[in-house]
């Protein structure tokens, strides 16, 4: 059995430690200068031709969390069910992130310094995508909008990055896109990760394509990811021109969990 967890953070300028004077304002800050504002997450389970897909849930709460609550159920759910953590440049900012602010709050997570999370070549409990299609960085970079739109996914309808910052700070209603924003993000980057399994021989044509409509039916069934479901090429997301491999075998049985 392999579980994998897709995680995601956003994350706004700590007004507690700001940036030093003469800092760029158009880089992305240092994470000793951020706080995480959101998080979430969505977990796969495969094992033996069975695929369980999750719904996307936010860290912290139902409803989300302050950013001690949020870096509590992250780290205390990867220390007792230890997962293959599966993130978009979460090497470079979500991981790095969550040591920095587990180190303002002194939260425990031992787990962070486990060679099987933290090497990047011999560690096998974290899967970078962006890491992965760049052959570990010897290619340039891509955006993970730009890889979910191989994939049949928008990557990023409306809101970016960039804009997290200005809607977090209107209140409740700008608040509440960031979260709807992380969740979407989460979300393409399972999509991104099931097309990474059928493409090394993990799963199956026929496995993918149950797993991926798993997918769907939470991206349907969440009112939370509506702006999603128009911009997704179904067709393109379930290989639907392709043909299945003689010899594949049977197709999988997957449920949406």
């Known amino acids: 059995m392999t579980a994998y967890v897709v995680f995601d953070f956003e994350a706004i300028l700590d007004k507690d430690n700001p940036l030093p004077e003469g800092a760029d304002p158009d880089r992305v800050p240092a994470v000793p200068h951020l706080a995480i504002v959101s998080g979430a997450l969505l977990a796969l389970v495969v094992e033996s031709g069975h695929v369980r897909v999750q719904p996307p849930r936010l860290l912290g709460g139902p409803e989300g969390g302050d950013e001690a609550a949020i870096l509590r159920d992250f780290v205390g759910m990867v220390g007792e069910r230890r997962p293959v ?12 992130l969550v040591i920095a602010r587990s ?3 002194g939260i425990v997570a031992p787990w962070l310094w486990d060679r099987d999370f933290e090497d990047r070549y011999r560690g096998n ?10 052959f570990r960085g010897a290619g340039r970079a891509a955006r993970m909008a730009s890889f979910a739109c191989l994939c049949g996914w928008p990557g990023k309808v409306g809101v970016d990055g960039s804009d997290v910052e200005g809607l977090w700070a209107k209140g409740p209603e700008g608040r509440d896109a960031v979260r709807r924003y992380n969740l979407a993000d ?9 097309r990474l399994l059928v493409c090394r021989g993990d799963l199956t044509l026929d496995e993918y394509r149950d797993a991926a409509r798993a997918l769907l039916a939470h991206v349907d069934g969440d009112p939370r990811l509506a702006v999603l479901r128009p911009a997704i090429d179904r067709r393109i997301f379930l290989l639907a021109d392709v043909e299945r491999t003689e010899g594949e075998g049977e197709p999988a049985v997957v449920a949406a969990g």
Do not use: C
Request: charged letters at 20%; a negative charge.
């Open 125 to 134: 409990k974290h899967v970078d995508l962006q890491d992965a299609v760049s």
């Open 103 to 105: 180190v303002r709050h």
């Open 186 to 194: 989460v979300a393409s980057e399972a999509a991104i990760l099931l």
């Open 85 to 96: 953590l599966v993130s978009w440049n979460g090497r470079g900012f979500d991981l790095p």
